[in-house]
Nanobody, 114 residues
Framework: EVHLVESGGGLVQPGGSLRLSCAAS????????MSWVRQAPGKGLEWVSD????????TYADSVKGRFTISRDNAKYMLYLQMNSLKPEDTAVYYC???????RGQGTQVTVSS
């Protein structure tokens, strides 16, 4: 059974940074492309970033390009999202997921506010 647990969220001031983590289990993590998606209050799911199975290829939504970096450690079954220069509009619950799958975990709340 696919199990994904997100962590690392919190309250941060505009311009600050956070690093989100996603612990994966129950599937062959290294064989799958992974995604980060987010859901802002009152809005639908928004795709943020993808990373292919080997980690060499990444893509980003225009809204986060140049500020966020996705990475993975296949040996540790971990997915990461480094978020810099955070803006209030980045406030959302962030989820990791196998690319193309809906989020399965509880997500981690990121709040950007002064």
């Amino acid at each position: 059974e696919v199990h994904l647990v997100e962590s690392g969220g919190g309250l941060v001031q505009p311009g600050g940074s956070l690093r989100l983590s996603c612990a994966a289990s129950g599937f062959a993590f290294s064989m799958y492309a992974m995604s980060w998606v987010r859901q802002a209050p009152g809005k639908g799911l928004e795709w943020v970033s993808d990373i292919l199975s080997g980690g060499a290829s990444t893509t980003y939504a225009d809204s986060v390009k140049g500020r966020f970096t996705i990475s993975r450690d296949n040996a540790k079954y971990m997915l990461y999202l480094q978020m810099n220069s955070l803006k209030p509009e980045d406030t959302a619950v962030y989820y990791c997921a196998k690319r193309g799958d809906p989020p399965r975990g509880q997500g981690t709340q990121v709040t950007v506010s002064s």
